[in-house]
């Protein structure tokens, strides 16, 4: 952010200590772009983990915003012109949040001036947003017993109501945190038992990943049912990464397969919900694919990956590559020096890109013209 001229210091050591630090972030920020460059361009050897440039845009913001407000402490107008930019720049907080008001009033509604009663013209109001901790909460359950008086055999209670593991202190909504906190938010185990001791809740990771591999089980048919509607649509995304796993016995981990396979017709007006389903395999057989999609006689769009090759070759499959894997043999092709022919594969591949930008969202009666500029 650029600073005026008032505010500068008169001493030039400290003009030329202000102008070290300041090239040093430069060259930081300037690594970091590059960094995102090699990510996003770069061989999939070379690229960057997204997570790490993250966290590096992370502690550049951090350190950035202390020395502003360091500098703000010192400048009053500038602390106040930031505040400003703030205000109108920081959005509006979601509507369906719960409010709580707190009205701050004047001490005396008698006038400074002439000791008259002072009347209401109007009122600024502010937004904060505000956290309420998580809080664990104890649901008690009690079923009364009932006999009758005049034969005792008869004794009647309601039944117990279903548990999700049975005989185990969690409820559902406890074991979903448990779930989401793990697989969404990449919180192990062991951290989350952590968190719990805090609130004075002794639980051990081994109860934990108990309840994560009883809800794994329960959770099979919706799994099930989720991938059988998603082989009825049309057109699918399968896409597979790495996954390290545990190798019992070896002391080590192993590498996995993670197949994911997505539908998102929003892009085009499709009616169907956006969703996806995450199949784990040893291995990137091709028989993986074939045994997943078994069923599925639709587009499928996939990358270079030979699997699929075979998949599309043993079913009525058919498959529709990905541009951006193509995109990047060609852009290899074009940085380094004068080709012709790559360069001009990527200026038609960018038309079709600005095609796709203007008629994303919309369905076909809505871009008339979109066949004859394919044409």
């Avoid at 109108?88 to 008698?110: K, M, Q, W």
């Avoid at 079923?143 to 548990?163: H, L, N």
């Avoid at 999700?164 to 969690?170: H, N, S, T, V």
């Avoid at 790559?342 to 979109?370: N, V």
Wanted: hydrophobic share 40%; net charge positive.
């Amino acid at each position: 952010m650029p600073v005026s001229t008032p505010a500068l210091p008169d001493d030039p050591g400290l003009l030329k200590a202000m102008l070290i630090a300041e090239r040093l972030e430069s060259e930081r920020l300037r690594q970091i772009i590059r960094e995102f460059q090699r990510h996003r361009f770069g061989r999939r050897a070379e690229s960057v983990a997204e997570d790490q440039l993250q966290l590096a845009l992370e502690d550049a913001e951090q350190e950035a915003a202390a020395g502003q407000a360091e500098s703000e402490q010192k400048s009053p107008a500038e602390r106040k012109a930031r505040a400003a930019r703030r205000r109108s720049n920081r959005g509006a907080l979601p509507s369906g949040l719960p409010r709580i008001d707190t009205v701050v009033d004047v001490a005396s509604t008698v006038c400074p001036c002439c000791a008259g009663t002072l009347h209401r013209i109007g009122e600024d109001v502010s937004e904060r947003l505000d956290v309420v901790p998580a809080q664990f909460r104890v649901l008690v359950v009690r079923r009364p017993k009932y006999a009758c008086r005049a034969c005792a055999g008869a004794v009647v209670q309601a039944p117990a109501p279903a548990r999700l593991i049975e005989g185990g202190l969690p409820t559902e909504a406890t074991v979903a945190h448990v779930l989401v906190s793990k697989f969404a938010d990449h919180l192990p185990l062991y951290r989350q038992a952590q968190i719990y001791a805090r609130q004075g809740i002794a639980l051990d990771r081994s109860t934990l990943a108990d309840w994560v591999g009883r809800a794994a089980f329960l959770l099979r048919p919706v799994h099930e049912r989720l991938l059988y509607r998603l082989k009825a649509s049309p057109k699918l995304f399968a896409d597979e990464t790495t996954a390290p796993v545990l190798d019992p016995g070896r002391g080590r981990t192993k590498i996995g397969q993670l197949f994911a396979y997505a539908r998102d017709d929003r892009p085009w007006g499709g009616s169907d919900p956006p969703s996806v389903a995450y199949v784990y395999a040893a291995d990137r057989k091709a028989e993986r694919p074939i045994a997943h999609l078994n069923g599925f006689t639709g587009i499928l769009q996939v990358d270079g990956y030979g699997g699929y090759k075979v998949l599309a070759r043993q079913t009525n499959v058919a498959l529709a590559f990905c541009w951006s894997h193509v995109r990047r043999k060609f852009y290899e092709l074009a940085t380094p020096g004068p080709a012709p022919i790559a360069s001009e594969a990527l200026t038609r591949i960018a038309e079709l890109y600005r095609i796709e930008a203007e008629i994303r969202g919309k369905r076909r009666c809505q871009a008339p013209g979109l066949s004859s500029v394919l044409a």
